[in-house]
Structures are given as structure tokens and as C-alpha cells.
């Protein structure tokens, strides 16, 4: 069992009770066997008395949540319209603005709750696990909830501390308390000025222990503080596209209410309004405030990306972990991408007969040593892993263990700014060797590249001699090119933990091969596709980086991470960057240095992935990072995105059903702006010229019908652009202007057209403002309103993209009710109501031409190419070097047009303050804090506020609302 500390020595609570009382499990004074740890009854005992190890944490009333859909900006301005019904006492257009605020409310808790509950699903589904010796010192992975006090934890690097945690043994750890302190400097366990417990939220920085549980939930350190913070604070976070939307609409609103005014003045003085009828003047004024607030819109922008975060995890295995991340992974450019694990298989395996050995060992001592060097504890580490197998097929390295008596006694485990692992052997006569194990310049002499931070330092007896450094090279380079990921093994006769400058035996050379993906190179190709190029960083050796790029179908400009940091000239620092395929041989500093460089001096939306500990400064630091399957908690926590399966293949489906949730966000928010914008400017302007006005009833009932029959936009069959989709709402604003003046435009020459000329036979009249033209009026505004969706939904020709079956029947049935309305009510004849809709449908063609043309040649937002179905696209069989570098730059152009204005590149991150009472949670808090955040930091963010979960494990609810709070 591995330990680097005497495995007798436990520190022993001084506190402990002195009677013979039975002492409880877990309690004070309780100690468990650090190599067995506790048994089935036991933890039973434990987890009775002191709970699962989850803070509780305040759920949202779902009469709250029904509140809530009263409250905001559209919200309030709509109950001021029925207040302002009430007053002058038209109960009739009261009932219907109240039904419209209940409808809509009703609507939105549904949507809400649906959307609250399979966000909740995806949160759960992002369980932490651990793992921990039980029932006889088995090895086993549990759900982090279930840990108990007396349990004897495993902790590696990347791992986020669940629980407080007493060290009984391994490495000294390098812990990062920032999350709970506020100290960037990693603290040292155990230590005299620390102490030996590990606190619950902190993060495992580098080594390996195992250690005792003491405290779980709320009985830790912090977890009783951080359960009244988790009641006390919600997190919200809203994309830059939504807050511009949002503050577009806002304004549409606002100056709609000039047009409000300049009604309610025109239809009282000169028409006599307020003379002759004040209360149906104030309406009409009423019902064009009304008929401008798209009320619905937050609601289908919310429901679209709760409907994407869950489509993307049942179908394409990606958790999203906060909803404005489906703008970034939309927008994304390039994805620095790592290489073991997701562009190859992880599943190491090593050929014997390809071991290297110098001159005094044998085939056998090489594994036989990098055997003693793994821990059999790290089940999902893939080096320790294909060591321990293949050792356990070689009968005569297993032959000359015994033989020898080798018995490991510790490990000092993999860091990865060291690059290397120690393990230390008892021999049979009681003397120490120590086996070093991991990169071989490392090996050779750990002060290569620069002194680092590990506790031994050392050079290996034969580093100085050129003929051998030569041949050892040679040897890598063979190795390598053949696609063989090389760890070296090297020995000391001693323990090296007690020598001043231990000089260490080269051992040999283990060559592990790490194939790719069966789907790794199609999946390169779509991306590419899709205009998103791949970076691959990785720490292996740069022939390695670039064989495994050969056979992926990545480019060969592969730079060791060493060209990063010898580099002076910052210019052509950042164009190596930029023109790279990718690099190998780096440091993590080296990885958050290439998506800084991408992220912000070039303006490109940067994705990462990553899987430990060191990677977790680099997610952070891109926009999209992306957890892939099996990473650390740290890397986890530090994400945008997780995946639950390996490979590249789940991060193309992410893009692909991020962009069609984004056309479908646009589309709506273009039709809705649209509408808004024609009905005003049509109602106004017809008032302004004729005085004759809708009535309110008939407007108020247009906006609701709108907004109801738009629902199904969230449901509809939407394109992904071969593009990425950028946060530009100034576009979006202009087209929605476009359809808003071209609608009404047309609109205002078919009714003066027919006043002037008088085609429908008196049927029709402004100027008297029969009941017959007010419905006419209304009924082609409701057709025009309706049709102009399937315009406003594609970027192109309205019939390149078929609509969804529920949007045309939602449309359909609308214009119907609309016929029967404007027929049996208003007396609209048969024959006028045919020509309603076939002007409207001349109009809608008319008008979707124009749109092509438009965005096409007037603002350059011509949709381009679409990518069609989600399958992988094969990449062309004669692909050269030449035609390779030709898509290159033809994909860099499109990084260039897809640059982020730098005030985009962040997102607001709102920590709010609730109240307990019903008026807190209705208002959701008074004191509001806004940070805003350029990849220097990264704030863990939950699906939805932290109030949504009824509980939370208590190590990661800790480690990340603590940075929020």
C-alpha cells in the first residue's frame, strides 16, 4: 500500500473522551484502519448518526416561482394596463389583459418548471465521486454524498476536498484554499503552521494521500456557514447576447410609448376624443402600449436554452453547466484540444518486446521497476494502469519480485509540473531503493527545461556522458515516430528523501502506445467543417504530437511548448500561436498562454479541453472549457461544458445544436421586435391620418393571440450554419426594423389603395371607420403578424427550411380563429376576407425576397452555408499538404470575420441577496452585484440559482458558491 510517511504514526485527536464509553463511528476519538478502513455496519453506524454528506439547500415554492412570472419590465408596464382599464371602467378589456397576463403566466411557470426540473436532472447527473477503502481496504468509487465521517478517502490531484479530511499518510499536499481564504499561494499539509485537515471546498493542487473523514455536510468547518450563504444568495448569470436583446426591446417599448402618447393626444384634441368618448380614446392609446410589449419574448428565449441544455445532454452526452455557455459554444472559433484521452483512446498498452533497456538491466527490471513506481489505488490514471497489467502478464519480472522482496512502502505521486513519479521499495534485507518514473528529460535530470518544485532533485550517473545522451535520444526519436509515448526509469540504491544530491542509475526506456480514436479523424474534418479549428497541446513529446496529428488528419506545424516560453519578441510569440497546429512538450502555464493569446489579443471565442488539475487554469481561462469524460473535479468545476463520453465526436454535436438554438432564439427575436414595430407604426399612423382607431378589445387580443400562437418557435426544426453564430444583436435589430417598415408599409398602401379607390364596394372606410374596416384592419394585421415568422425564421428563401409541424398549425389555426372572428363579429364579408389573405400572401412573398437581398447586399448577413443532419463528414481521400493548408487559410478567414468586440467577451455575473419572506423571493433580492469577467477568473456556475436544488454535495456546493459569495 502506498505511503510516503511512517504508516504507524496517526495523529491521534487530543480531545478524545478518556472513559471506556463505546466511542460512536466517525465521532471524536475514533480511528480507523488506514489500509482497511471502515466495514458494511460501520458505515451504516456513520451515515445514521451523522447524515449524508449534502447541505440542504432553500427550494424555491412553486407558488414563487408562479409569482415570479408577474414581475419585470413588460410585466409591470401590462398590470399598469389593467390598472389603468379598471379606472375607467372597461371591465370588458380588464378581463382580457388580465387573461392575457394569467395565459402568459401560466404558460411561462409551465415552461419554467419543466425546463427547472430537467436542469435539475442535468445538475444531479454531475455527480462528484471519490474513491475510498472499505470492507477490508477494498478500493471502491462512491458518489462524494455518500461519504461518512470514519471513511478512509483517497485524494489525488484535481480533486475538490468533500469533505474535512484528516492526512494519515502519502505525500505532503498541496492544497489550494483560494475558494475558502482568498490565498493564491497553495497551502502545505500536514504542516505546523496548517495542521494535518484537509477542509472541506479546497482543491488537491499536487500529490497524493489517504486521509481519515472527521466532518461531513454541515458539520465541516464551513459547511454550516456556507449552508446560511446557499439560503441568503442566488447566482444569475445572463449572456451578452440576451442582455442586448433585452435592452433592445426595452427601448422598442420606450419609444413606443411616444407613439402611445402622441395617439392618446391626437385621437383627444383634434378628433374631439376626450369630448366625445374619453374612456374608448384612453383605451385605443391603451391598446397600442400593450399590442408593443412582446411580453413572451424572455419566456421562449429562456425556454429555447433550457430545451437545448437538455437536448444536448439525452442525445449528444455534453452537460451543459451554465446556460450563457450556449453562446460561447455557438460562437466558439478554435478548440485547443487535448491529446490523450480525446483525441486518442486513453487505453495505453504496452508492447514488451519494444522496452528499452541500457546496458545492466533487463526487459524485465524496466517494468518490473515502473511497477513498483504505480499506485494500484488509481484506477483511472491510464500509465499506472497499463504498467500494473502488463507487469502482471510478465512472469519473469512477477518471478524476480519475489526473489528480491521488494515491498513498496510509499509514493510521492504525479505532478504535473514535475513530470515524474517516486515510489520508494523495502528490500528484502531491509535497505531502501527509490524508483523514479515519468518524463525521461525529467528523468535523465530534473532540472531540465528549469528547477521545479519537486521535493527530490537529481541527475542520473550517465547524463554527462554524450555518446550515451546521444543514443538515448536516438532511441526516443524511434520510438516516437513510430507513435510510442516513451516513460523513462531510473533508480537510487537508498532512500533519496535522505541524501543531499542522490545520483539515480537510467533503468530504461517504457514505450506505451496511445492510438487514436476510430472517429477522431472524422470528427477533425467536421469541425473543420463547421469552421472550427483544432489545436492540439499536449505534454507529450513533440514526434509523438505530430505522428498522432498525421494520422488524424490535423496539420504538421507542431512547436514544442518550449518555442512559447523562449520567444522574446511578443509579436511573433503571438503569431507562432496563432499559425500553430498545435504544441507538445508543454507546461500548464503554456496552455492558458495560447487561449489568453487566442481569447484576447486575437478576439476569437476559444474552447479548451481539458481532464486534470493542471488543465483547470486553461478551462478557466477559455470561453468554452470543456471537462472531457472522466476529468478531475477540478477540471469539472472549472468548465463550461462536461463530457460524459470520450472523444471529440460530443463536442461537434454541442456546436451543431448550439447554432440551431441560437437560429432559433434569432429568428424569434427578430419576428417579435418586427411586430411589435408594425403594429404600432400601422395602428399610429392610421390614427394620426384618419382617426379611426381598432378597437382596444380587437388590439389586445391580436397581442395576446401573438404571443401564445409563438410558442412553438422553441420546438422548430432550426439549420446550423457551417459559421459560427456571434452575439451581434445590431444585425438582428436591422432586419427586425426591415420587416417591421416593409409590413407596414405595404399595409398603409393597401388601405389608402382601397380608400382611395374603393374596390370593396363601400365596404371599406377610414374616414367613417366602420365596424367592417376596423375588422379588416385587424384581421390583416393578424395574417401579417402570423405569416411573417416563416419569413423571419430562415436566412434565406422562406421554403429552404421547412417549418415544424406544431409552428404551421399554431399559425394556421391562429389565422383561422382570426377568419372567424373578423367574419361572424365584424361583419367582414366573405369575398374581403379572401382578399385579406391573398394580399397578405402576395405581401409575404414579396417581402421574403426582399429580406434575401437585404441581408445579402445591404448589411452582409447572408446566411451561407448550412451544415445538414449531425452525422460526421468524411474527409476527401486524397487530401495533400497543399489542399490541407488551402482550408486552413480559408477557415482563418472566417476566424477573422468572427472576431468578439472586446466588450463581448465576457459575461455578467450577478450575485443577488433573497430575502426569506415571500416578498423576497417574489422580488428576488434588493442588493445586486455585478462582475464582470475576462477569463482572469472563472465563476462556477450552477444550471440555475443554487435554490433550485433541493440538496448539494457539500465539498463542491462549498467550493463554488463560496467564490460567488
Not at 449524508?52 to 398590470?79: A, S
Not at 426595452?250 to 369630448?275: C, E, K, N, W
Not at 532512500?495 to 480514436?517: C, H, S, T, Y
Request: glycine share 8%.
Amino acid at each position: 500500500m502506498a505511503g510516503s510517511r511512517n504508516d504507524t504514526k496517526v495523529f491521534v485527536d487530543e480531545e478524545a473522551p478518556t472513559t471506556n464509553a463505546p466511542l460512536e463511528v466517525g465521532g471524536k476519538g475514533w480511528e480507523t484502519d488506514s489500509t482497511k478502513g471502515l466495514s458494511t455496519s460501520e458505515i451504516e453506524q456513520s451515515l445514521e448518526t451523522w447524515g449524508k454528506n449534502e447541505i440542504p439547500v432553500e427550494i424555491t415554492p412553486l407558488y414563487v416561482l408562479f409569482l415570479r412570472q408577474f414581475t419585470g419590465f413588460m410585466p409591470f408596464l401590462i398590470e399598469l394596463a389593467a390598472i389603468i382599464s379598471i379606472a375607467v371602467e372597461d371591465y370588458v378589456d380588464f378581463a382580457i389583459v388580465c387573461g392575457m397576463l394569467l395565459v402568459n403566466g401560466c404558460l411561462g411557470f409551465r415552461e419554467e418548471y419543466h425546463a427547472k426540473k430537467s436542469l435539475d436532472e442535468l445538475a444531479n447527473s454531475i455527480e462528484a465521486t471519490i474513491t475510498v477503502l472499505r470492507d477490508g481496504g477494498k478500493a471502491i468509487e462512491i458518489p462524494t454524498t455518500e461519504l461518512v465521517p470514519g471513511d478512509i478517502a483517497f485524494l489525488v490531484g484535481g480533486t475538490i476536498i468533500p469533505a474535512d479530511i484528516k492526512w494519515l499518510r502519502g505525500d505532503v499536499m498541496s492544497i489550494d484554499t483560494a475558494a475558502l481564504t482568498g490565498e493564491p499561494i497553495p497551502r502545505k499539509y500536514p504542516s505546523e503552521e496548517h495542521g494535518d485537515v484537509l477542509l472541506s471546498g479546497t482543491t488537491v493542487r499536487a500529490g497524493e494521500c489517504y486521509g481519515q473523514v472527521t466532518a461531513t455536510g454541515t458539520n465541516t468547518e464551513i459547511g454550516q456557514a456556507q449552508a446560511d450563504v446557499m439560503k441568503d444568495k442566488a447566482v444569475r448569470v445572463e449572456s451578452v447576447f440576451y442582455q442586448k436583446i433585452m435592452f433592445v426591446v426595452q427601448a422598442v417599448i420606450l419609444a413606443s410609448l411616444f407613439f402611445v402618447i402622441a395617439v392618446l393626444l391626437v385621437l383627444g384634441l383634434p378628433y374631439d376624443g376626450f369630448t366625445l368618448n374619453a374612456k374608448e380614446t384612453i383605451l385605443s392609446a391603451l391598446s397600442i402600449m400593450i399590442a408593443a410589449i412582446p411580453i413572451a419574448l424572455p419566456l421562449v428565449l429562456q425556454v429555447n436554452m433550457a430545451l437545448g441544455a437538455a437536448f444536448l445532454a439525452k442525445h449528444h452526452n455534453a452537460i451543459v453547466t451554465s446556460i450563457p455557455a450556449l453562446q460561447d459554444i455557438a460562437s466558439m472559433s478554435i478548440l485547443c484540444s487535448d491529446k490523450t484521452g480525446t483525441l486518442t483512446t486513453a487505453k495505453m498498452s504496452i508492447i514488451p518486446e519494444s522496452i528499452h533497456q541500457v546496458e545492466g538491466f533487463e526487459k524485465e527490471d524496466v517494468l518490473l521497476f515502473a511497477s513498483l513506481c504505480s499506485n494500484p489505488d488509481k484506477k483511472d490514471d491510464p500509465i499506472d494502469r497499463a504498467t500494473l497489467q502488463a507487469f502482471e502478464k510478465d512472469e519473469a519480472g512477477r518471478k524476480k519480485l519475489v526473489e528480491m522482496g521488494y515491498k513498496q512502502e510509499g509514493v510521492i505521486g504525479f505532478n504535473p509540473e514535475v513530470k515524474r513519479t517516486i515510489g520508494f521499495v523495502r528490500k528484502k534485507d531491509g535497505s531502501m531503493l527509490t524508483v523514479a518514473k515519468g518524463l525521461p528529460a525529467k528523468i535523465i535530470d530534473t532540472s531540465a527545461g528549469g528547477l521545479d518544485s519537486g521535493e527530490i532533485q537529481w541527475k542520473c550517473e550517465r547524463a554527462g556522458e554524450k555518446a550515451f545522451m546521444s543514443a538515448l535520444e536516438e532511441k526516443g526519436k524511434e520510438l516516437s515516430k513510430a507513435g510510442y509515448k516513451t516513460i523513462a526509469i531510473a533508480i537510487y540504491e537508498g532512500d533519496a528523501r535522505e541524501a543531499d544530491a542522490p545520483v539515480f542509475r537510467f533503468v530504461g526506456l517504457l514505450p506505451m502506445i496511445d492510438p487514436p480514436r476510430e472517429d477522431t479523424a472524422l470528427t477533425i474534418n467536421s469541425l473543420h467543417h463547421a469552421n472550427i479549428s483544432v489545436k492540439m497541446i499536449t505534454g507529450d513529446h513533440t514526434n509523438v504530437a505530430r505522428e498522432t496529428a498525421r494520422l488524424i488528419g490535423l496539420g504538421q506545424n507542431i512547436h514544442p511548448g518550449e518555442a512559447i516560453r523562449t520567444t522574446a519578441n511578443e509579436q511573433q510569440k503571438k503569431e507562432l500561436i496563432w499559425q500553430a497546429d498545435g504544441f507538445a512538450a508543454v507546461l500548464p502555464s503554456d496552455k492558458r498562454e495560447v487561449v489568453m493569446t487566442l481569447r484576447n489579443d486575437f478576439g476569437v471565442v476559444t474552447g479548451m479541453t481539458g481532464d486534470g488539475v493542471n488543465d483547470a487554469p486553461a478551462l478557466s481561462a477559455a470561453q468554452v472549457g470543456i471537462a472531457v469524460e472522466g476529468a478531475t473535479d477540478a477540471a469539472k468545476n472549472a468548465a463550461d461544458l462536461i463530457l460524459t463520453e470520450p472523444g471529440l465526436g460530443p463536442i461537434y454535436g454541442a456546436v451543431l445544436e448550439s447554432r440551431r438554438i441560437f437560429a432559433r432564439v434569432k429568428s424569434y427575436v427578430v419576428y417579435r421586435l418586427a411586430a411589435s414595430i408594425l403594429l404600432v407604426l400601422t395602428l399610429s399612423i392610421v390614427i394620426f391620418v384618419s382617426g379611426c382607431a381598432v378597437d382596444s378589445l380587437l388590439v389586445i387580443a391580436l397581442a395576446l393571440l401573438n404571443d401564445i400562437s409563438m410558442i412553438p418557435v422553441a420546438y422548430d426544426n432550426a439549420q446550423a450554419t457551417a459559421k459560427p453564430q456571434l452575439p451581434k444583436a445590431t444585425k438582428l435589430v436591422l432586419v427586425s426594423f426591415f420587416f417591421g417598415i416593409v409590413h407596414t408599409s405595404l399595409a398603409l398602401i393597401v388601405f389608402f389603395v382601397i380608400e382611395r379607390n374603393d374596390p370593396l364596394n363601400g365596404n371599406f372606410s377610414l374616414e367613417i371607420c366602420t365596424r367592417e374596416t376596423r375588422g379588416f384592419i385587424w384581421f390583416y394585421l393578424i395574417l401579417a403578424t402570423e405569416f411573417m415568422i416563416f419569413s423571419a425564421r430562415t436566412g434565406s428563401f422562406f421554403w429552404e427550411s421547412a417549418p415544424s409541424k406544431y409552428l404551421v398549425a399554431s399559425v394556421l389555426g391562429t389565422a383561422a380563429i382570426g377568419s372567424l372572428v373578423a367574419s361572424l363579429s365584424y361583419e367582414v364579408s366573405g369575398s374581403n376576407i379572401g382578399w385579406v389573405w391573398l394580399m397578405n400572401v402576395v405581401a409575404f412573398v414579396v417581402v421574403d425576397a426582399a429580406k434575401v437581398l437585404f441581408k445579402s447586399e445591404i448589411i452582409n448577413d447572408a446566411s451561407g452555408e448550412i451544415i445538414v443532419g449531425d452525422g460526421l463528414i468524411e474527409a476527401e481521400k486524397d487530401m495533400t499538404e497543399a489542399k490541407m493548408h488551402m482550408k486552413k487559410r480559408k477557415r482563418y478567414g472566417v476566424h477573422v470575420e468572427a472576431i468578439v468586440p472586446p466588450e463581448d467577451r465576457y459575461h455578467n455575473v450577478e450575485v443577488v441577496e433573497t430575502k426569506k419572506s415571500c416578498f423576497g423571493h417574489f422580488f428576488g433580492g434588493l442588493r445586486h452585484v455585478n462582475v464582470s469577467n475576462y477569463g482572469f477568473i472563472r465563476h462556477r456556475h450552477s444550471l440555475g440559482a443554487p435554490s433550485s436544488h433541493p440538496v448539494t454535495s457539500a465539498g463542491t456546493a462549498n467550493a463554488a458558491a463560496m467564490r460567488g459569495a
